[in-house]
């Protein structure tokens, strides 16, 4: 066998009540390992702590692991392909796409530490000395948590914060507490209609909102979207629920959004990371990687950020005291409210 042989695929799930993680190690013929992650799912509090991320572990150990050994590891595209047609009856998008994603990134990882490069140097050349970061805070539904939370992310070193609320008071009140330079977004998670959106952006007009998220559900809902965003002052943002490059296609033709925030995680990984930040740049739209990890997830989503010019923030996931993410995972650096490029090998800076 090839030193470079794709030799095992091993999932970890590593519990927690409220912010799980799957990290899928694959290992080649030579002892090499790549660390990859795929997405922590839907939050589940009745449920065991990890059980989220379940079916997806389940889709990698039983099918997509054994199409991957035997294989060339450094031909990442071509097992990218393999995986995406042998799976194909499943339905490319949702579960299958997602997995894909958690295999794709330890396969960039691994080619990353074999050739001891950072993976923004394996995707192309840098288009930012410096990304700005925002902190996102879980839902807290409490006007003083939501200032708590946002008031330790800035002092850690935040420039903006985005809130998981869709009550427009909590939103008014975390605006007042933080004052006018820190940037603000707010995610409604899907959890109004068209009137509550437009409701909601009317009460919110004065807060200066960098972006309103996901306000409609179903999330493949475009047509209402862009019939809000066409009826409010403030930039939408969409595109966390998007699982495949014609799933993006559709949402930028159909105007809806401002903002794209493509998850790793979910659409992929960074093989098909390309032709989405391409569109992105297409369609004038601003580029906003979507993440709620310290782990791999974020150091895939940091490498395209730098790689992509259509780049304008990068989301980091903030918790509130007392929590915290099951792996050994640190913030990363930051420069007054920016990343840095990282200089480690593979997706560990
Ligand atoms: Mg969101």
Not at 38 to 67: C, F, H, N, R
Not at 189 to 210: H, I
Not at 284 to 289: D, F, M, Q, R, S
């Amino acid at each position: 066998m090839d030193a470079l042989t794709v030799a095992e695929v091993r999932t970890e799930v590593l519990a927690d009540p409220s912010n799980p993680q799957l990290l899928v190690h694959v290992t080649t013929e030579d002892g090499m390992v790549g660390v990859g992650e795929t997405w922590w799912g839907t939050y589940q509090p009745k449920s065991e702590p990890g059980t989220p991320v379940l079916p997806i572990a389940a889709m990698i150990d039983a099918v997509l692991a054994p199409l991957c050994l035997g294989r060339d590891s450094t031909d990442i595209s071509g097992i990218w392909h393999h995986l995406e047609r042998q799976t194909s009856q499943y339905g490319a998008e949702g579960i299958v796409s997602t997995a894909i994603s958690g295999i794709d990134l330890a396969l960039w990882d691994l080619l990353g530490r074999r050739r001891e490069v950072p993976v923004w140097q394996l995707l192309g050349s840098l288009q930012h000395q410096r990304v700005p970061a925002y902190a996102s805070l879980h839902w807290l539904g409490d006007v003083e948590a939501v200032r708590r939370d946002a008031t330790n992310a800035i002092e850690a070193g935040f420039g903006a914060v985005k809130l998981h609320e869709a009550d427009a008071a909590i939103v008014l009140g975390a605006r007042e507490a933080l004052g006018p330079d820190v940037a603000i977004m707010v995610d409604m998670s899907g959890r109004v209609d068209e009137a509550g959106a437009l409701a909601f952006a009317t009460k919110v007009a004065g807060a200066d909102l960098t972006w309103m998220e996901e306000p409609i559900y179903p999330y493949d809902d475009h047509a209402t979207l862009a019939r809000v965003r066409a009826q409010v002052d403030i930039p939408m943002a969409a595109g966390e629920n998007v699982f495949s490059v014609a799933g993006f296609e559709r949402l930028l033709r159909s105007e809806a959004i401002d903002v794209l925030q493509p998850d790793l995680v979910k659409c992929g990984g960074l093989t098909p990371a390309r032709a989405i930040a391409d569109l992105a740049d297409q369609h004038g739209v601003a580029l906003c990687p979507h993440n709620f990890s310290l782990g791999p997830s974020l150091s895939a989503n940091i490498a395209w950020a730098f790689t992509s010019e259509a780049t304008r923030w990068v989301e980091v996931p903030w918790l509130s005291p007392g929590q915290e993410f099951p792996s050994d995972t640190l913030m990363p650096a930051l420069a007054d409210g920016h990343l840095i490029p990282p200089t480690e090998p593979g997706l560990s800076g």
